[in-house]
C-alpha cells in the first residue's frame, strides 16, 4: 500500500457501515497503481490459501494480519507506535 494512502486506509477502516467500509477499501484498492493492485491480488490469493489451511499450520486470517499487517500498511515515518 502506498505510504501517503495511509491516513485514507485507516479512516476506511473505522467507518462504523460495514458496507460503506468496503466500498471505500475497494476503491482505495482499484485506485493502487497496477503493479501494486496486480501484487496485492497475487498476496491476497496466496494469503488466502494459508489460512484455509489453518488446521495444519495454525495460520488463521488474524494470524495473518498480525504477522502481514505491518508490513503492508504502515505510516509513512515508519513508527510502529502509530500503528
Given amino acids: 500500500f502506498l505510504t501517503d494512502k495511509y491516513a485514507d486506509f485507516i479512516d476506511a477502516n473505522r467507518k462504523e457501515d460495514p458496507v460503506e467500509r468496503l466500498k ?13 493492485y496486480e501484487t496485492l ?6 494469503l488466502k490459501t494459508v489460512a484455509e489451511n489453518s488446521a495444519k499450520n495454525k495460520m488463521e486470517p488474524r494470524n495473518l494480519a498480525i504477522v502481514f499487517g505491518p508490513t503492508l ?9 502509530h500503528m
Fill in 24 to 36: 471505500t477499501l475497494k476503491r482505495l484498492i482499484h485506485d493502487l497503481p497496477e503493479h501494486h
Fill in 41 to 46: 491480488k497475487f498476496l491476497s490469493a496466496h
Fill in 73 to 81: 500498511v504502515r505510516t509513512s515515518d515508519d513508527n510502529m507506535t
